[in-house]
Structures are given as structure tokens and as C-alpha cells.
């Protein structure tokens, strides 16, 4: 019904009323006015109660479009919605005492080969927990050989094992992970997890990347207190208390060559990232003279895009000092030195908590970096010093690289590295460079085993494996001749 044939029929009943009211003894006028009053009664009725008695059928709508394409019959329009059928719930067996039992050596056997005893020992009392009185972490440890871990073999049988010992204890997401491990078998192949950590059951395996290294305690020091710092502030939120997520990361390395702060740099990459603070955990290396331009216009596009090649992970810029060597005639407030600077700080401040400024260098240069600019200093949560290795040290680190590399060092060999690597710091001043020295003189070593060995027809395991006294010896004093002041 159109809107303006109710307009004009409620004035034509006014207009009849009217005549009416002018003549009420008109037979005539009296009828107009009954008939025009039972239509517009028809039509207010068709137009209120028109739908609910089923009248409109086929009619237009007055906020309906003009035109109707829809001819689908109202009795079909009213079909209930056809559900779809539920998806089957999860059946959860219970394992059986006997399978509960078996949790323990069938993932000690999944263990991977390299795994340090350590670790081997702090997995071990995990499975146990996970066995008893902690059932939630036996989720952790069906992930670990579902998706693949640092420590543990991909075992999709053992992951469902895993799962259903924490569903059937109302763990929450195990019913879930149940489903995708049984998933995972009938496709014949383990789900990829990207950005997966470094391990799923060993808490203590990202610090081992720095524990295992020799030395530099106030070094570890540190960085467990940043990762203490990531769990009270995680331990905060989940008690809803104030937390802070982008608390400041940047460092401050100092120390002679060799001593170990481009690989700490490395670890720490893979441990913030192992434990969710860094995204990522990749290093981008840049020496402070590779990010100063030849001109200021050129100095701050190559700070920014290495601060966002490094985004998720760690920018290292050793030999940062070489940021304020470009000072030039007009001073350093317009100078390149001056533009690396600000944009450096700007960049930290824009990116807070996205990625880690380490900056490294010899310590009375660095002193002279962080008093250039007073941002400069407050932006550095520390400044770690990174000592010359000790004689004992040193050792160590000749015997790792033996051991890691399976050599074994003969008996009188540790009498003679130690003569070496006490006498190393003066006798090699020239060409001492701490680990590096240690590195240089254990391929020289290689070498004289080498020679050795190719005199004999058919040398065995032994002879393949076995560095001399004097092997370590000669590969000495061929370094210092080649290397001499």
C-alpha cells in the first residue's frame, strides 16, 4: 500500500464528516461518511495486522525496495535453521598405571645425543614431576615430542601418551593438543610450529647457552637478572598488578678482544628469544664506522635501517666509539657523529622493548662514547666489563675446543698450555687476543698433528685423536716467530 493513499483517504473522511456535520439530515452525506470511515478502518487494519494474519503475502513492503526478486514462499522462509551436526567429542583413555610408568624411559629415550648431563638430570626430575604432582607440565613435554624440541626427538605416539595423562586431569588445552596429536598421526607427519622456544622442558636450557661458557660471571650474573626481571613482571600481570612489557634492555660491553662479548651477544639473542622477550633473537653486527655516513644528510637513514634490520632481536655495534670520531670543522652539535647519536636514542626510545641495543668496545674509549651525549648513558641499563681470560682459563678453553672437537690431549699437555698461556699476554702482546689467541694457537696445533700423523702408514683412532706435549709446543713457537712484535 502506498503511504499517499492514506493521506488522502484520512482527509476524505474529514472531508466527509465536515458535510456531515453541515447537513446531518443528508441521507446521502451519512452514507459517504460510514463508507470512507469502514475503509480507512480496513486499511489501518490490513496495514498493523496485515502480517500477523498472513495478508501481506506477495506485497510490498513500504521499506521494502521497489522492486522484489525474492519470490521464495513465506512457508519456506520459515523453516528452522538445519544444524549442523556437533563435532565428536575427544575420547580420553586413561592410561593405565603400567603405560604412566612407561613415561619416563620412553622419553629419556627421545632424549637427543648432545643434550648436557645437566640438562639430561633437570629433564629427568621434570618427567617425574610431570608424572605426579604436576600434570599441567605434561602438556609441556607432549609438545616437545610433537613439534620437535632443543632436547627431545619428534615421538607423535609418545605426544598422545602425554596429552591424555594431562586431559584426563582436567588440564586446560589437552583435550586440544590430544585431538591435533592423533591429527598429527593419521596425516603421518608432526605439525610445524613456527617460533617455537628453545625448549619446551627445560626451563634452565637458555641459560646454558651462557652457563657453559667459561668465566664471565658478573656476565651471567646479568643476564639472569633480565630474565628474573621478565618473570616478576609476567608474575605481576597474571596477579593483576601493574607490569611493565618494554622495560629497558640495552647493554654496555667492554673489554679487550677475545674475551667473548660478540659471542655472549649471540647467546643472549637466543635466550631472550627462547624465553619471549625478544621476538626473535637474531644479531645484526655493525661497527660504529660502517654507520656513519660521509655526509650527516646520509648518517641517520643507515641508523634507522639497521635498527629495524635488528626489530625482534639485538643490534651490536662494536667499536661504538667510532659514532663520535666525525665531529669536523663546525663542532660537534652539527656534525655526522652528533646526527648518528640523536637518531640512535630517538630509535630506542620509538622502539622500547622491540629489539636490543648492545654497543662494545675498549673500556676508556667507551667511557669517552657515553659521556658524548647525556642520553646516551641513561639509555644503558648496564655497563658489563668483560675481563682478560686467566691463565686457568685459557686452558679451559684450549681443552673445550679439543674436547668438542674430539681430540684428546696427551699427559704432560695441560703442564705445557699452561707455560704458554701464562707467559701468552707479554711474550704474544702483539697478537694476544685472549680466546682468539686460544684459537690460533689450537689450529697451529692441528696442524703439527697433522704432519705427524701423515708419516704414519696406517695410523689408528688413537693417533687420529691425540694431541702431544709437543705438538702444543712447537705450534707455539712457530705463532710467536710468525707473529712477532
Known amino acids: 500500500m502506498n503511504t499517499t493513499l492514506y493521506i ?13 456535520a453541515e447537513d446531518p439530515d443528508s441521507l446521502p452525506r451519512l452514507l459517504a461518511l460510514y463508507a470512507f470511515a469502514l475503509l480507512m478502518t480496513g486499511i489501518l487494519c490490513y496495514k498493523f495486522f496485515g502480517k500477523t494474519f498472513g495478508w501481506h503475502a506477495g506485497d510490498d513492503d513500504d521499506d521494502a525496495p521497489a522492486t522484489r526478486t525474492d519470490a521464495t514462499p513465506k512457508s519456506e522462509k520459515k523453516k528452522p535453521p538445519v544444524e549442523e551436526p556437533a563435532s565428536p567429542p575427544v575420547i580420553v583413555t586413561p592410561l593405565t598405571t603400567a603405560e604412566i610408568n612407561e613415561l619416563m624411559p620412553r622419553t629419556l629415550a627421545e632424549i637427543q645425543s648432545d643434550t648436557p648431563p645437566e640438562i639430561r638430570a633437570e629433564i629427568t626430575n621434570n618427567i617425574r614431576r610431570a608424572q605426579n604432582e604436576a600434570p599441567y607440565m605434561a602438556c609441556d613435554f607432549g609438545r616437545a615430542v610433537l613439534f620437535g624440541d632443543a632436547y627431545l626427538k619428534v615421538n607423535m605416539e609418545l605426544a598422545t601418551a602425554w596429552f591424555s595423562h594431562a586431559a584426563v586431569q582436567n588440564v586446560e588445552g589437552a583435550t586440544f593438543l590430544l585431538d591435533w596429536a592423533r591429527d598429527s598421526i593419521a596425516k603421518g607427519k608432526p605439525p610445524k610450529m613456527p617460533n617455537k622456544p628453545l625448549s619446551y622442558v627445560s626451563k634452565a636450557a637458555p641459560l646454558s647457552l651462557i652457563d657453559n661458557m667459561i668465566g664471565l660471571d658478573d656476565v651471567k650474573k646479568q643476564v639472569k637478572t633480565l630474565l628474573n626481571r621478565r618473570a616478576l613482571e609476567e608474575m605481576r600481570k597474571k596477579n593483576d598488578l ?41 644479531i645484526v653486527e655493525a661497527s660504529g664506522a660502517e654507520l656513519v655516513g660521509e655526509f650527516i644528510g646520509t648518517t641517520g637513514p643507515k641508523i634507522e635501517a639497521a635498527v629495524q634490520s635488528a626489530i625482534g632481536g639485538i643490534l651490536f655495534i662494536d667499536e661504538a666509539y667510532a659514532l663520535i670520531s666525525h665531529i669536523g670543522q663546525r663542532g660537534p652539535e652539527n656534525s655526522a657523529s652528533m646526527t648518528a647519536i640523536t637518531t640512535l636514542l630517538m630509535q630506542m626510545d620509538k622502539n622500547k622493548g622491540k629489539f636490543m641495543v648492545i654497543v662494545a668496545g675498549y673500556p676508556d674509549e667507551m667511557r669517552s662514547f657515553l659521556s658524548f651525549n647525556p642520553g646516551l648513558k641513561s639509555r644503558f641499563r648496564e655497563v658489563l666489563h668483560f675481563p682478560n681470560f686467566s691463565t686457568e682459563e685459557l686452558v679451559q678453553i684450549f681443552e673445550k675446543i679439543a674436547n668438542d672437537r674430539h681430540y684428546v690431549l696427551a699427559e704432560g699437555s695441560k703442564t705445557v698450555l699452561e707455560k704458554i698461556m701464562r707467559a701468552a699476554p707479554g711474550k704474544y702482546a702483539k697478537s694476544f687476543g685472549n680466546a682468539r689467541f686460544v684459537g690460533n694457537i689450537f689450529e697451529e696445533t692441528l696442524e703439527r698433528v697433522a704432519n705427524r700423523v701423515a708419516q704414519k702408514e696406517n695410523p689408528s683412532r688413537d693417533d687420529l685423536m691425540t694431541i702431544t706435549p709437543f705438538d702444543i709446543n712447537d705450534a707455539a713457537e712457530d705463532f710467536m716467530r710468525q707473529n712477532s712484535r
Open 8 to 20: 488522502i483517504g484520512f482527509f476524505a473522511l474529514i472531508l466527509s464528516g465536515y458535510l456531515v
Open 242 to 282: 601493574p607490569s611493565v612489557d618494554n622495560f629497558n634492555l640495552h647493554l654496555v660491553f667492554t673489554g679487550n678482544p677475545g674475551t667473548g662479548k660478540t659471542m655472549v651477544a649471540q647467546r643472549i639473542g637466543a635466550i631472550l628469544a627462547a624465553t619471549g622477550i625478544l621476538k626473535m633473537g637474531h
